[in-house]
């Protein structure tokens, strides 16, 4: 089983950076596919970014394009999401997840670990 831990949330006034960070056990980043999700109140959880094992592609959700990056570090057995540009509508809990062989890199049914969620608030 993997086991992810996420961190860097925290609150931001809009235009501002954060850096999101999930850390896997073992070898889990060779053999994955990792994802970001977001969830805010009363809204369902979507997808936001993905990288497929190895880092060999990557996806992201149309209103993030231009302002994510997903990153993998192998050594450190870490996925990052550097969110840059932020607005009040990235507001939400954020979730790190692990996948193999991800077909559809945004429903959240194709993953099969996940991480507690750190908190992202941006303000205007």
């Known amino acids: 089983q993997v086991e992810l831990v996420e961190s860097g949330g925290g609150s931001v006034q809009a235009g501002g950076s954060l850096r999101l960070s999930c850390t896997t056990n073992?070898?889990?980043?060779?053999?994955?596919?990792m994802g970001w999700f977001r969830q805010a109140p009363g809204k369902d959880r979507e997808g936001v970014a993905a990288i497929y094992a190895g880092g060999r592609s990557t996806y992201y959700r149309d209103d993030v394009k231009g302002r994510f990056t997903i990153s993998l570090d192998n050594a450190k057995n870490m996925v990052d999401l550097q969110m840059n540009m932020l607005k009040p509508e990235d507001t939400a809990m954020y979730y790190c997840?692990?996948?193999?062989?991800?077909?559809?890199?945004?429903?959240?049914?194709?993953?099969?670990?996940w991480g507690q969620g750190t908190q992202v608030t941006v303000s205007v």
């Open positions: 997840a692990a996948g193999y062989l991800v077909a559809v890199p945004d429903s959240p049914l194709e993953y099969t670990d």
């Open positions: 073992g070898s889990t980043n060779s053999r994955n596919d």
